[in-house]
C-alpha cells in the first residue's frame, strides 16, 4: 500500500514563487511515476508534472518553464517548485503515485494512490 501525503499549499500574489512537497511511503520503485495534477471546481483534473528515475520528467505546456519537480529518492519526497505563478494556476494541487507503471505518465489513469490535495491560490 503506497501513502501520498501533500504539503506546502498556501496564498500568494502572482509572480511569487511556493513549494509543495509530497511524501511517499510504501512499495514504489524509482522507475515507478510520480505525478502532479491540479483541479479547479467544476472542471476537469489537469496533468501537470510527472517524474520517474531519478531526472526523467515532463511537463505541461502552461507550466513549463516556470514549474520544476525533483524527486529525492532517499527520502521519498518529491518537490514541485513553482515560480512566476499567475492566477491561473490557482487550484487544488495532488500528487499521485503509480505502483503498475513504469517511466513517465502524462494521464491519472494508471496512478494508483492519491493524496488529499493542498490548495494554491494566486491572487493580489
Known amino acids: 500500500q503506497v501513502q501520498v501525503v501533500e504539503s506546502g499549499g498556501g496564498l500568494v500574489q502572482p509572480g511569487e514563487s511556493l513549494r509543495l512537497s509530497c511524501a511517499i511511503s510504501?512499495?514504489?520503485?524509482?522507475?515507478?511515476?510520480i505525478g502532479w495534477f491540479r483541479q479547479v471546481p467544476g472542471k476537469a483534473l489537469e496533468f501537470v508534472a510527472t517524474t520517474c528515475y531519478d531526472s526523467e520528467t515532463s511537463y505541461a505546456g502552461s507550466v513549463r518553464g516556470r514549474f520544476t519537480v525533483s524527486r529525492d529518492n532517499a527520502k521519498s519526497m518529491v518537490t514541485l517548485q513553482m515560480n512566476s505563478l499567475k492566477p491561473e494556476d490557482t487550484a487544488k494541487y495532488y500528487c499521485a503515485a503509480s505502483s503498475s507503471y513504469v517511466g513517465l505518465r502524462l494521464t491519472a489513469d494508471g496512478y494508483d494512490s492519491w493524496g488529499q490535495g493542498t490548495q494554491v491560490t494566486v491572487s493580489s
Open positions: 510504501g512499495r514504489i520503485s524509482t522507475d515507478n511515476p
